[in-house]
């Protein structure tokens, strides 16, 4: 199983990644299934430099803020408007039981169709897996402030060179403060991408909406995790805080998300290079005459 970061800062977009996005690809013998944990905003379009959004097997929505979900509504102009066509089934969609109210609603479209023609929508039921190709993903309600709020624990199960099959475990935290359900969602993970907003002695004033680093790394040894990596780290909070935060309660391997960075989630490896923007062609069909500014005099030259 593989793990590439598409976004991972906390809340909004920032100036060096989207909000979160994770794209997961396993293989099943045959062919490579890739889903989606979360499409947040601003994630849909470096999402395409990394996969074919065609090529997707089903988005997993941890939560309805619009930092975890709000790209959904790209991805129904871009299923809808196509004019080549979508060309494939409905776009399987698991979050929670508001999500298709909530995105048609954000698009402001009347409730009864709302995105219905585009997504196949299926709400979470809690600890109930979700199996798709090779993964297993089973949501577990956490602490945070919204109806509902799911940390997500992935397994993949595929086959390795000896013909025999191996299971990793990604777990992903969604947004949540400390609780119970997200040591139970991460115990024993090969790798626990856990989001790490708020910072100790800033934000203690806080309850019930985001961990901290040394809380992140509390959990991560209380559920006996090989690694974390920390996310949704927004730009008001240092990075190396939350580091150093984490490494008071975990030993084990620490790294922090970046966008456009793979992982083999068994290995930890980090596997390729985050790829750069694209550059577009420029077309140029026909050349422009100079202009002046109005109210401005053209001067000649000096001799």
Known sequence: ?????????????????????????????????????DLGSGALG??????????????????????????LCGMHVAIRWDPNGWGRERMLVHGPAATADRMATAYGLPLEEGMHPDYDFQHWK????????????????????????????????????DGSLQTSVLTYSGDTDSCPELIEAAQGADMFLCEAAFEEGRDDGITGVHLTGKRAGQAATDAGVERLLLTHIPVWTDINTVVNEAKETYDGGIAVAVSGVTYGVFSGSQLGTPKSLPTAPVSIVRSAPNREWPGTKTRNPRR
Do not use: N
């Open 1 to 37: 199983m593989k793990l590439t970061i598409i976004g991972c800062t906390g809340s909004f977009p920032g100036p060096g990644s989207p909000a979160s996005c994770y794209l997961v690809t396993a293989f099943d013998g045959t062919r490579d299934w890739k889903i989606l944990l």
């Open 46 to 71: 470096v999402l395409q430099r990394y996969v074919d959004i065609k090529d997707l097997d089903g988005i997993f929505i941890s939560h309805l803020h619009p930092d975890h979900c709000m790209d």
């Open 126 to 161: 809690s600890r109930q897996p979700v199996k798709i190709g090779p993964f297993s993903i089973t949501p577990y309600p956490v602490l945070h402030p919204i109806e509902e709020s799911y940390a997500l624990r992935v397994e993949a199960t595929e086959p390795v060179a």
